[in-house]
Structures are given as C-alpha cells and as structure tokens.
C-alpha cells in the first residue's frame, strides 16, 4: 500500500509543537484555514477523554486557486490537512502528519493537477522535514 501521508515524531510539548507546525506552514507559503481540536469536540459531544489531536487545515492560496482552475471539484480535496496527535499520553511526543496530496488526488486524471500536487506535496514534505 501507498503511503497517503508524512508523519514525524516530535520530542517536544504539544503546544510547542503546534506552534513550530504553523511556522514551518507559514514559511512554505501555507495558511491555516480550518482547525478541529479532535480532543475537545469528542469531550463536548460524546463525553469522552481522548489524546490531544488537531486537525489543520493548510492551504497555499496560489496552488489552491491553480488546482481549482484545473479541476472544478477538487475543492472536496482541499485544504490539505496536517495532524498533531500526542504519542504515549504526551511522554512519546507528538507526532505530525500531514497528507500527501498526490496520493490523495491520484484518482483524478488530469495532468496539470498532477504538477500542482507535486509541488505542494514537496512544501509539505518539507514541513514535516523542517520539524
């Protein structure tokens, strides 16, 4: 099976973490347009106590608006997602993920998105690498 993300474990506090992630986001061009603290809402609507994990929402808005040019619907894929979940109760670190939008998007046969995710796939790739 194909990897669909890249993921790194990261000795650090949740939080610090966190901040590094945004950062590193920011550098490679990304925004974060969505968040979803997993723990909190699990907490709020089931009662239940789960690890820290949020889902990021990243979006590049340049190669956001060219894959939308390219592909009408690819706005379902979009934005790429990148996780922190903490390993171990927080005593293994926190490990960040994010997907890889070529695997994601490998389904749609067009070209020219392919370039695009391509090169998105090697900022986030860096991100995780910067880590």
Known sequence: MTDYYFARTIQAPFEDT????????RK??????TEID???TLKQKLDVDFRAYKILGACNPGFAHQALQSEDKIGTMLPCNVILQ????GEGGVEVAAVDPRA????????SLGTIADEVRTRLRRVIDSL
């Open 18 to 25: 966190e901040r590094r992630v945004r950062e590193a986001l």
């Open 28 to 33: 490679e061009g990304f925004g974060v347009l």
């Open 38 to 40: 997993v723990r909190a």
């Open 86 to 89: 903490a390993v171990d109760g």
């Open 104 to 111: 994601s998007m490998q389904a749609v046969e067009n070209e």
